[in-house]
């Protein structure tokens, strides 16, 4: 193996026509739709179910802690070595190591998302909370192997190309699991009863539906696993012993980093424990804010698929182009401005109550920066990967990136109770300052420090 030249600002980028065509290659349409996969889960075990559960009267501070189940995604990188390393006959025999990995994850997403369809949180939230970690758990697996998936699939500078791909596809199923989710459980509504309001008109009936219609809609990656090549299988030297074995699998990814990152991992490491704070610790108490303000499913259905789905396709198709003519850097920076310039968009909405105009251009706003934002930082954490242990290393940074911000925003719906909507979403605007000195530090460590080995 021999390492490559590290992104820099000076590196020569492709033409214009060339990075246009990565999008059409197999291996970047794969990605497409393996993160429609890896994007589903997320919000139906979060930003949906808190949407769920605020119609059927669960208070906002129960909400804000039920968050935590999140916290699944922040500690992946404990099993991410046993999925980077270890076989599962007869899957891997059949599939392949990564491919085995990613179905059994799908199997385990499918089961809890019908478990959630079938439990009324009204007859005691345990049941549901279980079937939601089960969500969760098998979420954070399928990540840990699509994120060494897809780094494998690719050469370094295609990255960014693959990442807005997996980007595109993530967004949409965010948006299929939270504004399709929300249209088909309007659609299954029956006439409620004359004078109900509140808790008193909730379905979950409705709910029932909806769930059933998302865990049927993760098809789409199965079917994308079953059709597609397994990435070349590195050969792998042989532990001679459980302590060698150990150290190889638990102790080598996370040491490789260190070695060649020395001090400075620190600093890298900060900025990946914070870059998405803004959006992460907000995004708990979106949908209980809509219901509060008076929009229906409907509502809300409409403006995340028509404008939604418009501003996420351009936000990733953009971040991912200006990736690889400007430098991943650059375009880190300009997330991180729009990612919380677009909160302090919120904290107007409140003051606005039930404007559907003004719905509309904040939602807007925020998925164009959430699509920049995403894209430029998945490229961002896949150049730091070692391609020996690409599945434990993107897993530790992916982890990092949603820990910290999960533990706080589960405080989220207490701060609402306190302080109100519009100074929460001030507060998670501001929590997005710290992100651009870190960036602008970050950047000049990768003008110096050369990147993942690759083939």
């Known amino acids: 193996m021999s390492a490559q030249p590290a992104e820099t600002s000076t590196a020569p980028s492709l033409p214009w026509r060339d990075a246009l065509k990565v999008y059409l290659e197999p291996a970047t349409l794969r990605m497409?739709?393996?993160?429609?996969?890896?994007g589903l889960p997320l919000l139906l075990v979060l930003g949906t179910l808190s949407f769920r559960l605020r119609e059927a009267g669960i208070d906002r501070t129960t909400i804000g802690y039920l968050s935590w189940v999140g916290l699944a995604y922040g500690f992946k990188w404990v099993w991410a070595p046993l999925v980077d390393r270890l076989p599962l006959p007869p899957l891997t025999t059949l599939l392949g190591r990564r491919r085995g990995w990613l179905l059994l994850a799908q199997g385990m997403v499918v089961a809890g998302l019908i478990g959630m369809a079938l439990n009324d949180p009204r007859q005691g939230l345990p049941p549901l909370?279980?079937?939601?970690?089960?969500?969760?758990?098998?979420?954070?697996?399928?990540?840990?192997?699509?994120?060494?998936?897809?780094?494998?699939?690719?050469?370094?500078?295609?990255?960014?190309?693959?990442?807005?791909?997996?980007?595109?596809?993530?967004?949409?199923?965010?948006?299929?699991?939270?504004?399709?989710?929300?249209?088909v459980a309007a659609w299954a509504e029956v006439a409620p009863a004359a004078g109900a309001t509140g808790a008193a008109a909730y379905q979950n009936g409705a709910w029932k539906t909806a769930y059933l219609v998302m865990a049927a809609s993760m098809a789409v990656g199965v079917l994308t696993v079953l059709l597609s090549p397994e990435p070349v299988r590195r050969v792998l030297p042989k532990a001679k012993n459980a302590a060698e074995w150990l150290q190889s699998v638990l102790i080598e990814p996370f040491a490789d980093f260190i070695r060649r990152y020395k001090w400075q991992a620190a600093l890298i490491l900060s900025l990946i424990a914070i870059y998405r704070i803004s959006d992460v610790v907000m995004g708990i108490m979106a949908n209980p804010f809509y219901v509060d303000m008076g929009f229906t499913k409907d509502e809300v259905a409409t403006v995340s698929k028509i404008y939604g789905v418009v501003m996420t396709l351009a936000g990733a198709f953009v971040g991912g182009v200006l990736s690889m003519r400007l430098g991943v850097m650059r375009v880190l920076m300009l997330g991180a401005v729009l990612s919380a310039a677009s909160n302090l968009l919120f904290a107007w909405l409140a003051s606005r109550g039930h404007?559907?105009?003004?719905?509309?251009?904040?939602?807007?706003?925020?998925?164009?920066?959430?699509?920049i934002a995403s894209a430029a930082f998945i490229a961002y954490l896949s150049s730091l990967t070692?391609?020996?242990?690409?599945?434990?290393?993107?897993?530790?940074?992916?982890?990092?990136?949603?820990?910290?911000?999960?533990?706080?925003?589960?405080?989220?719906?207490?701060?609402?109770?306190?302080?109100?909507?519009?100074?929460?979403?001030?507060?998670?605007?501001?929590?997005?300052?710290?992100?651009l000195l870190l960036v602008a530090l970050a950047a000049r460590i990768t003008t110096t420090k050369a990147p993942a080995e690759r083939q």
């Open 386 to 435: 070692n391609i020996s242990y690409s599945a434990t290393q993107y897993a530790l940074f992916s982890s990092l990136m949603l820990l910290l911000p999960k533990f706080i925003a589960g405080y989220s719906g207490a701060f609402v109770d306190a302080h109100g909507y519009a100074q929460f979403f001030t507060a998670t605007a501001f929590l997005g300052v710290p992100v």
């Open 32 to 38: 497409l739709a393996l993160g429609f996969s890896a």
């Open 355 to 371: 404007d559907l105009t003004a719905l509309i251009a904040v939602v807007s706003a925020d998925n164009l920066a959430g699509g």
């Open 129 to 183: 909370i279980w079937c939601a970690l089960l969500v969760a758990f098998g979420s954070a697996t399928q990540d840990i192997a699509l994120d060494a998936f897809r780094i494998e699939s690719a050469e370094t500078r295609k990255q960014a190309a693959l990442a807005a791909a997996y980007q595109t596809g993530y967004r949409l199923a965010m948006i299929w699991a939270g504004a399709g989710v929300l249209w």
